[in-house]
């Protein structure tokens, strides 16, 4: 019986340390293959990575460190790694600390709220981040879409 309905999926990269300044640069962005598979959610994607996508994007959460008083981020998301393609309209959005500072890294999250059904020939998706003023470390990258 074939699949019905839809399916969230979500791609998550962790273990990053690249640090963003107050502009947009070629040598600072980070691709996400939308069809990685996420072994903590225990599915399959619909394709392997690197396939072509389609879907519907839903959400970009982002966590890091923000240093020399950053307190927003502008994001922007494309589908090339030279930033021509956008997908996603540069958006600021704040800063807010983990509720729970638990290991004292002083680790900072944000989210993107996105609806927008989007097809490419390659599942990669290129995130842009500058900041408001100083830098922020990105940690963690995550992105929750509809098949």
């Known amino acids: 019986m074939p699949k019905a309905g839809s399916f969230i999926r979500r791609t998550i990269k962790t273990g990053l340390s690249v640090a963003y300044g107050t502009s ?3 040598s600072k962005t ?3 293959e939308l069809l990685s598979a996420d072994s903590e959610a225990g599915y399959k994607p619909p394709g392997k990575p690197g396939d072509p996508f389609q879907g519907s994007l839903q959400l ?5 460190t923000a240093g020399g008083g950053a307190s927003q981020i502008t994001i922007k998301g494309t589908w090339d790694s030279t930033g021509k393609e956008l997908i996603v309209a540069p958006t600021t959005v704040s800063l807010t600390n983990d509720m729970l500072d638990v290991d004292g890294s002083g680790q900072h999250s944000t ?3 996105i609806d927008a059904y989007v097809a490419n020939d390659t599942d990669k998706l290129y995130l842009w981040i500058k900041t408001d003023t100083g830098t922020f470390t990105v940690s ?3 992105i929750t879409w509809i098949e």
């Open 24 to 26: 947009f640069t070629t």
């Open 30 to 32: 980070t691709f996400l």
């Open 60 to 64: 970009i959460r982002i966590r890091g």
């Open 111 to 113: 989210t993107l709220l």
């Open 140 to 142: 963690e990258f995550e």
